[in-house]
């Protein structure tokens, strides 16, 4: 079975008298976390095909108006007053903003929304690890293990504010794993495999550290590649400092191919590590 299939989870595991064993009792409630990111990251990629289809067919009537020697297009446009005011634009131009949209603007918005579907994913992830397991607490952002005599200090407005034992260990965790996202791409691969217990494939993370490091370009800057994103991609930098980085329908295709890769292997490595984990079953049975 492809990774990819849009299995609802309630249908992954089917009792059969066949079957040799008892599937691991975390199973299914991992394949339902990760049908979410999956579906939702399905849809984007239909939200896109279907918007640059309804661009093409707004491309050709504005072509047929710019061929009947029409020059303007005029609509209406909210004013700092909230009321409306009137805009006007050349055909001409018009027509440069839709080609614009249609190689590359649309699949630009389409890639941030799907990096940040996976992002989610992964700190949900390595939050339900931490509060399985709360000694990985000791793990700072940077990957690193504290020494078994370091002193490890918290607010005691935090301690008095918290409702139980457990929602304090889990509003640290959730703030670990924020501050981990924020890390270089090294640092945040070794946090990660210390707090799965397992790494992902070099070849998909190397891919998906260019992914993130080309959205960080277009959501921060111009689209023109800078002395961060060559740090960050390396080897698979596809610019050199100052020139644009191109983001068409073919990479928009090998990035959602990137994601799926990445969504299945956290998946995976946490059924084989903790399939069986009572500890993890606990967290999951009662997060919402």
């Known amino acids: 079975m492809h990774a990819d299939i849009e299995q609802a989870p309630e249908k992954l595991i089917m009792p059969n008298k066949s079957m040799p064993k008892k599937a691991p009792r975390n199973n299914a409630l991992f394949a339902a976390q990760r049908y979410v990111p999956l579906r939702k990251l399905n849809d984007i990629f239909i939200e896109s095909q279907l918007a640059v289809q309804g661009l093409k067919t707004i491309r050709a009537d504005f072509a047929a108006r710019q061929a009947k020697k029409q020059t303007r297009y005029r609509l209406l446009a909210p004013s700092i007053k909230a009321e409306p005011v009137g805009l006007s634009r050349n055909i001409s131009t018009i027509i440069e903003l839709v080609d614009a949209r249609i190689s590359s603007k649309e699949y630009v918005q389409s890639l ?67 501050d981990a996202l924020y890390a270089t791409p090294t640092q945040l691969k070794g946090y990660m495999a210390s707090i799965f217990g397992f790494a992902i494939k070099d070849d998909i993370w190397g891919k998906y550290v260019e992914l993130k490091a080309t959205r960080d370009i277009y959501v921060h800057g111009d689209g023109r590649a800078n002395d961060i994103y060559v740090g960050k991609a390396g080897a698979l930098a596809r610019a050199k400092r100052g020139d644009m980085l191109p983001i068409d329908s073919a990479y928009f295709n090998d990035s959602i191919v990137c994601l799926k890769n990445v969504l299945t292997d956290v998946y995976r490595g946490l059924k084989s590590k903790y399939g069986d984990s009572a500890e993890v079953h606990k967290i999951l049975k009662t997060t919402p």
Do not use: H, N, W
């Open 112 to 178: 941030v929304f799907s990096i940040a579907l996976i992002e989610d994913y992964i700190s949900t992830c390595l939050t339900l690890i931490i509060r399985a397991y709360p000694q990985k607490l000791l793990t700072s952002a940077k990957g690193k293990q504290a020494a078994e005599d370091e002193i490890k200090t918290i607010m005691l407005k935090d301690v008095i504010e918290a409702k139980s034992i457990g929602d304090l260990i889990s509003d640290k965790a959730e703030k670990r794993v924020r």
